[in-house]
């Protein structure tokens, strides 16, 4: 599963934090589609702020560039739950400029050594005690194992 990733600069909530997730981003509506993106991750100070789902795609044009814009709403089940709030600090290199990327859905959870304390919920329990995170749906009932 590809998500969409889009960095914003300001703590922004509701509807600001919609219209500016949404964008009129320079990505081709060709190439978009190929990747059906069905989520957007709106990342803030390098953590996921919010879980949008993309009921569509549209072309855009914004001062004299033709781009992509979505439609959607904030996704109110599991799958937001659980990854909003989880650092994507991983995902940026120093200088990355750039407000969007697309990435595989396993690069954005990231591999064990980049778990943070939002994927161990109760840090309080960590002595030699087992816990899964779970990949989200339609990932084929994959878990990983963590033992600490």
């Not at 009129?24 to 190929?34: M, Q």
């Not at 914004?62 to 989880?86: C, H, L, M, P, W």
């Not at 990435?103 to 954005?108: F, H, Q, T």
């Amino acid at each position: 599963m590809i998500i969409l990733l889009v960095k914003i600069t300001d703590d922004l909530e509701g509807e600001e934090l919609y219209e500016r997730s949404r964008g009129c981003w320079r990505a081709s509506l060709k190439s978009i589609n190929s990747r059906n993106m069905q989520y957007v991750f709106v990342i803030y100070n390098q953590k996921i702020k919010e879980v949008f789902h993309v009921n569509n795609w549209d072309v855009c044009d914004r001062d004299g560039f033709t781009g992509s814009i979505f439609n959607g709403e904030v996704e109110y089940d599991d799958f937001r739950n659980k990854y909003k709030g989880i650092s994507v600090s991983h995902l940026y290199e120093k200088g990355n400029a750039n407000p969007v990327m697309y990435k595989e859905l396993k690069e954005v959870i990231g591999t064990p050594d980049v778990i943070n304390e939002k994927t161990i919920e109760n840090k309080s329990k960590i002595n030699d005690q087992k816990y899964s995170l779970n990949l989200g749906k339609n990932i084929s009932e994959k878990r990983v194992i963590f033992q600490f």
